[in-house]
């Protein structure tokens, strides 16, 4: 074997690791985004599949029993519903924009925000959901926000809507 036969084999083999090596780093360090949320709860993140999950995320390759409701399964499905119909209503400009559940509502209307503690309520007991496309830094978050009805899988625009924009306090109701 010649020389140049040796350095066309050596040259695959580099191309090949860094080709190994480029996607690993993607892997670890690209792929996935990691929100803080409240208390001790994270949620990832796929930038390739644009889905989500609140940390620990369940295995992909699980048995396909449906799992018991939980406020994170409700939630995670009126954004997803939501996303669905809704797209994304503006790009992304400079801001970090995300989807989240912003409240749930019980059916008389009484809402409860993501900050407080819900161990000792049903997800049932909720079920509606104030979805948000919005800027999560400030204490307020401004964007863009749906009323997503679990039940009735129902999604109503709150900024078109004056009774909804006046329910959670975004401009005072038209009489």
């Not at 809402?111 to 104030?130: C, G, H, K, V």
């Not at 919005?134 to 964007?143: D, E, L, N, R, V």
Request: net charge negative; proline share 5%.
């Amino acid at each position: 074997m010649d020389l140049y036969a040796r350095m066309n084999t050596a040259n695959k083999w580099v191309v090949g690791g860094l080709a190994v090596a480029a996607l690993l780093a993607f892997q670890i360090f690209v792929r996935y985004q990691y929100v803080h949320l409240v208390g001790v709860r994270v949620m990832r993140i796929d930038r390739l599949t644009s889905t989500s999950c609140y940390m620990p995320c369940p295995d992909p390759t699980s048995s396909p029993e449906k799992p018991a409701r939980t406020f994170e399964s409700d939630d995670e499905d009126a954004i997803s519903r939501v996303r669905m119909i809704a797209g994304a209503p503006y790009e992304n400009d400079a801001h970090e924009y995300m989807w989240r559940v912003y409240e749930r509502v019980k059916s008389d209307g009484t809402q409860t925000f993501m900050t407080q503690d819900m161990s000792n309520e049903d997800s049932a007991d909720y079920p509606i959901r104030l979805v948000c496309y919005c800027y999560s830094g400030q204490k307020s978050p401004t964007g863009v926000y749906w009323e997503y009805h679990l039940d009735t899988r129902q999604i109503l625009s709150v900024g078109d809507d004056a009774l909804l924009s006046a329910k959670y306090g975004m401009t005072k109701a038209k009489k």
